[in-house]
């Protein structure tokens, strides 16, 4: 889960990391008051968990009250990559000689947190990773212990941090590793942290990812989560609904199936053989009959979508619940919207056979078959559409 | 032979009176897993599916001679069923079957496995397999058949799959071991094959990854340099777009582009292991190197 810039800046600031003065407003009336009262100039921040916001216009300096109107109104209501912008965070502009980056993170290779410092802050830090390693500090840090204070000392020195700003640095760091272990983050960053010319270090932005798996024990963070806000599209928003691990994809062959690499392999075998999958749908272990059901109605509601492909190998999931949810789904139409095709393997597998009413469906024996199969359909039905338009 | 389990291991179950471990302990013992004890605070002198009961894992050990775990504890509790499991010395392997453990949590069980000499298999798997002998874990028993191919894989329903492939072509299991799916695990791809080159009774490895991080890689380094027992791969995500999670916590192909599914064929291929495009031709591949 991520927590809004405004969020995880009221996060950083009660621990203690100093943070321009700010407020959050929801209409350009709202906007232009908060900057009347923090005075000129201000950034007016679109408040949507996109990466990249300056650059697509959601950020704006204002010099006055009829700029900071503008830059609201502009603002407030744009579609930032598919996100509706409701709320900015007008804030003080810092004027700064110098961006710095600090951010701990979990190394899943090394199975340990890792604090890192740069002096190269401001930028995309990936593209600085990518390109310049080096110019990126790194101290990992063992979970046992937390961070002793001479490895955020060292990992600012190492980062070659000015050495009038290195004690200032190391406590942010420090502060920003104890937030990190303490609410379960996943990422926490700022960049950039801003340098001023009397040598005062803000952090101008802010990130905090919270482990979703932690949020039970992290009450005030999952407060924080508004319903709905990381769902891009409908469908995204009906999948969070159902519980179902779902991503979106561009292609027109629907894919359901049990189990996060099996769900993978189906996609990857779609594209194999010349189709294109619609989207990854993972029922998870030991699906009834209603999430079953609640799967097709998802793949059904994508438009795109021309054909399904329904790869079911039971473990704990078992083949005849499968089968009672189908049936049960397509029960309810007087004629199937998309052709499906299903194949059942596992437990249950051949009491699913029985039960599967095959004047609704097409049924496979083997995944590639099913594949294969699901594929053809679909490219029919792409011709068909083709001809009508 | 095998490895990690077979015929004489003796399983405590961690959270056998809960939903999940009373009907998978049934289904253990019901493959002729021998299940001696289950361990669940509050509940000792308690009987499930006819094994006893105990309020520490440590009690059930001494009591019950144990030398392997099973941990089913919610993912809040799990953490800390680990480290319990981890105190005691004759265990030499933990099983953790949990979806959803705190990431931090599993770091620091990491730091403390690295103190000990016992395998920690997950968490968020399936467990593991050797046909015939013993099942730890969820896996249906009757897809698997004896045999002298191993396998190793990040995910579940995609191991069952490929079991599903080898049967078909009448090659049967050693040991088969769902390592998981999460960011965080216990035993690596790496350990699990070191394990497996060291198995006389399996004569090949197929190893099924996935996108996301770089164990893929650091298994392709590790059979280049030291296996001879040859090894079929497979890895599922070539489709996945970056930056979106996969179902697993653990297969997601970052920003930078780390963990996609070209890096990781691209480093099995080039330490001679065919990697197949299909499950089946994994199968396939597998009976040629035999």
């Known amino acids: ?389 | 032979m095998s490895v990690l389990v077979d015929d004489d291991t003796r399983v405590v179950v961690q959270g056998i009176t809960g939903g999940e471990g009373r009907f998978h302990t049934e289904q253990m013992i019901e493959y002729g897993t021998n299940v001696v004890a289950g361990a669940v605070p509050g509940k000792g002198g308690e009987e499930v599916a006819g094994v006893p009961v105990y309020d520490t894992v440590e009690g059930a050990v001494e009591a019950e001679d144990a030398d392997a775990s099973v941990v089913f504890v919610p993912p809040a509790f799990a953490g800390d069923a680990c480290f319990e499991a981890l105190g005691v010395d004759d265990l030499d392997l933990i099983v953790a079957i949990t979806e959803g453990i705190p990431t931090q949590d599993m770091a620091r069980v990491n730091r403390r496995l690295q103190e000990t000499d016992t395998y920690l298999v997950g968490p968020n798997c399936p467990g593991l397999i050797t046909p015939g002998e013993a099942k730890l874990g969820i896996l249906p028993g009757n897809i698997f058949s004896a045999g002298n191919v191993g396998l190793v894989s990040r995910s579940g329903t995609l191991t069952y799959q490929v079991v599903d492939n080898l049967t078909q072509r009448g090659l049967g299991q050693s040991t088969a071991i769902g390592i998981g799916g999460d960011p965080i695990i216990g035993t690596s791809f790496v350990e699990a094959l070191a394990l497996f080159e060291q198995d006389p009774a399996t004569d090949a490895v197929v190893m099924c990854g996935e996108i996301g991080g770089e164990d893929e890689e650091e298994a392709a380094e590790y059979i280049d340099e030291y296996m001879t027992t040859p090894v079929a791969g497979f890895i599922a995500g070539r489709t996945a777009p970056p930056g979106k999670r996969m179902g697993h916590a653990g297969a997601i192909v970052s920003g930078s582009g780390t963990g996609t599914a070209e890096s990781k064929i691209s480093a099995l291929e080039g330490a001679g292991v065919p990697v197949g495009d299909t499950p089946d031709e994994v199968a396939a591949n597998v009976e040629d190197l035999l």
């Open chain 1, 1 to 389: 889960m991520r927590l809004h810039e405004y969020q995880a800046k009221e996060v950083f600031s009660e621990a203690g990391i100093p943070t321009p003065a700010a407020e959050l407003a929801e209409s350009v009336d709202g906007a232009v008051e908060a900057a009347e009262s923090i005075g000129y100039p201000v950034a007016v921040k679109a408040q949507v968990h996109v990466g990249g916001r300056g650059k697509a216009g959601g950020i704006i300096l204002a010099d006055d009250a009829d700029e900071a109107r503008e830059a609201a109104e502009d603002i407030l209501g744009m579609d930032l990559k598919g996100f509706t912008v409701e709320r900015v965070l007008v804030e003080e502009a810092v004027d700064f000689v110098n961006e710095l980056y600090v951010g701990v993170t979990m190394d899943r290779g090394e199975g340990k947190p890792v604090a890192m410092v740069s002096t190269r802050g401001g930028v995309n830090i990936e593209e600085v990773a990518e390109e310049d390693p080096d110019a990126i500090a790194r101290e990992h840090v063992d979970p046992a212990f937390g961070m002793h204070p001479y490895q955020a000392r060292k990992a600012v020195y190492d980062a070659g941090v000015d050495r009038d700003l290195a004690r200032d640095v190391a406590s942010i760091l420090t502060t920003l590793y104890d937030l990190w272990d303490a609410k379960d983050g996943a990422d926490a960053e700022i960049n950039p942290l801003m340098v001023t010319a009397d040598d005062e270090v803000i952090a101008a932005d802010a990130v905090f990812n919270v482990d979703e798996d932690a949020l039970f024990r992290q009450p005030d963070l999952a407060e924080m989560e508004e319903e709905g806000e990381f769902s891009e599209t409908e469908l995204e928003r009906k999948a969070d609904e159902y519980g179902f691990d779902y991503v979106r994809l561009s292609g027109n062959v629907g894919i359901i199936g049990n189990g996060a690499g099996l769900v993978m392999t189906t996609l990857d075998l779609v594209d194999h053989y010349g189709g294109s999958p619609a989207n990854f749908l993972d029922v998870g272990g030991g699906a009834k009959a209603d999430r079953i059901a609640n799967a097709l109605d998802m793949v059904f509601s994508d438009e795109n979508v021309d054909a399904v492909v329904f790869n079911i190998f039971g473990g704990i999931t078992r083949g005849d619940e499968v089968a009672r949810g189908i049936n049960q789904a397509l029960g309810q139409f007087d004629e199937i919207p998309k052709p499906v095709v299903v194949r059942l393997a596992g437990t249950n597998a051949t009491e699913g056979m029985e039960i599967l009413n095959e004047d609704l469906v097409t049924v496979e024996q083997t995944l590639e078959d099913a594949v294969q199969r699901a594929v053809g359909y679909a490219g029919d039905a792409a011709d068909i559409e083709e001809v009508d338009q």
